[in-house]
């Protein structure tokens, strides 16, 4: 069989199918549909977004550690704002800031009269974490669909294929025969809607993991890159 003309064959009884499906079998089909459709787009959303998240994070840390001082790398951290970890950098220079300039009577870090507690460091901690959590939870936006996905449509594909062979025993009740031309309609709606569902889980199952190891990932650089903000805020202020 030539394979150019292959799809065209199979869609003429998927179409088939779906036309002499019940109102119930078509709305399981159209509502996986459109969430497998959904699954793809935020599929290739977080991609993109992943991809220049890590990408801005490497490029503002090498600017962060090239810097003769916190103050330096102000101007780098305000162009790469696609960076989490531009944000948690502002928020603590800038609560560092605040700290500094109550103790020094508005002075800055470059004119340290009083050296920082604990306690002024574990606020800036704060601030920070807080940042990294709100920078966190906008790369988690969406995820969650994909979980939902993964763990619904198999589901909704069997509520579909259950129905699909309660037709087919309707239909032989009705009839009083157990022909293949009785069954085979309910049969094939089972079938497409266990295919569709099944479709519709497997990516979502394996984009949520992947999403789940970026998020871990971009967590963890986030997590890093806060401790060597403190350790650099040791030497050079305290």
């Known amino acids: 069989m030539d394979t150019s003309i292959a799809p065209f064959i199979l869609a003429g009884p998927i179409w088939n199918i779906i036309s002499n499906s019940s109102a119930f079998g078509i709305f399981i089909l159209g509502v996986l549909v459109f969430m497998s459709l959904t699954s793809w787009a935020i599929i290739f959303a977080k991609y993109r977004e992943f991809r220049a998240v890590e990408a801005e994070n490497n490029k503002f840390l090498q600017t962060f550690r090239r810097a003769r001082s916190l103050s330096e790398a102000i101007g780098q951290a305000k162009s790469h704002s696609s960076a989490p970890v531009s944000h948690i950098f502002l928020a603590g220079y800038n609560e560092l800031t605040e700290i500094v300039g109550a103790k020094n009577e508005g ?31 906008k790369l988690e936006r969406r995820v969650i669909f994909l979980a939902s996905t993964a763990n619904s449509a198999p589901f909704m594909g069997l509520l579909g294929t259950v129905v699909g062979i309660m037709d087919a025993f309707w239909s032989i009740g009705e009839r009083g025969s157990a022909s293949l031309a009785v069954v085979a309609p309910g049969i094939a709606e089972a079938l497409l809607a266990t295919i569709v569902g099944l479709g519709a889980a497997i990516p979502a199952v394996i984009a949520y993991n992947w999403a789940n190891s970026k998020l871990k990932y971009a967590n963890d650089f986030s997590q890093n890159f806060i401790l060597e903000f403190l350790a650099r805020v040791r030497r050079e202020v305290r």
Do not use: F, P, R
Not at 107 to 129: F, Y
């Open 107 to 137: 002075g800055g870090l470059q004119e340290v009269k009083h050296s920082l507690a604990d306690e002024d460091l574990a606020s800036v901690e704060m601030v920070m974490d807080k940042t990294h959590n709100e920078q966190i939870g």
